[in-house]
């Protein structure tokens, strides 16, 4: 029997293939999340730093570009999906992460969030979100751990496998790109699914096939409190 193969993997783009997914996965975390998730955490930090213009790579429905709306900080999204472009408001374009249409130093912060593992190469990005910044700039990159919801290890397809972002090989990524890092981990009971629907809600979101997502329902209990794992990594751009 062959080794398994534990490579770093990008997790599968598909925003616009398979938009339901997503929106289950934001519909989980809106219901039945105990704690808020890391977009107000980071707007507030942009916000006390007083950030005056920030470029959202990857800002997906725009979650992040509301909030740093609200707080007066101007911001441009970026995304390599239509699908999730139109669901976002305020200034935003198409693009690539590895190659961002923007001059050197024309930020004075730049995030990407849940959207590194989906590159092969991430340092890439990280590369682009550090040239577009001016010195003494902030970034914010965040991702799942690779043993998360540990609760849910035995279904979970790739569980404990490396991506090509995680937040066990963040550090080292982020600083490949910047001299300042800082990283701010979670590790708690932060989802409660009350029920099987609720369960079967979080699980369309892992990305389980229909058949898994049965076999699943039938071999986890419900009530059920999970323990989600990752972290925030904030870097500053050399002055």
């Known amino acids: 029997m062959p080794a398994a193969d534990h490579r770093p993997r990008p997790e599968p783009f598909d925003y616009d293939t398979d938009p339901e997914r997503f929106r289950a996965t934001s519909l989980a975390g809106r219901k039945y999340g105990l704690v808020g998730d890391v977009h107000g955490d980071i707007a507030d930090r942009l916000a006390r ?10 800002c997906g429905n725009g979650r992040l ?61 990280v590369a682009e979100c550090h040239r577009v910044l001016r010195p003494g700039g902030l970034f914010a990159a965040c991702a799942p751990s690779r043993y998360d919801s540990p609760e849910l290890q035995s279904i979970l397809p790739g569980f404990g496998v490396p991506s090509t972002f995680d937040s066990e090989n963040a550090p080292e990524i982020v600083g490949s790109a910047f001299a300042e890092t ?39 209990d419900t009530p059920i409190t999970l323990t989600k794992r990752g972290a925030i990594i904030y870097a500053r751009k050399t002055a």
């Not at 730093?49 to 990857?58: I, W």
């Not at 979101?205 to 329902?217: D, K, Q």
């Open 182 to 220: 800082e990283i701010d981990a979670w590790d708690g009971p932060y989802i409660h699914l009350p029920d099987p629907e609720a369960l079967a809600l979080y699980l369309r979101g892992r990305r389980l096939s229909p058949s898994a997502a049965e076999r699943a329902l039938e071999a986890i």
């Open 49 to 58: 730093e007083r950030v005056d213009r920030v470029l959202d790579v990857g």
């Open 65 to 125: 570009l509301a909030l740093l709306r609200d707080a007066g900080i101007a911001a441009v999204g970026l995304d390599a999906s239509p699908t999730m472009l139109k669901a976002a408001s305020g200034p935003r374009i198409f693009g690539d992460a590895r190659k961002l249409p923007f001059p050197p130093e024309t930020f004075g912060g730049s995030a990407a969030l849940y959207m590194l593992y989906h590159l092969e190469d991430p340092a890439q990005a």
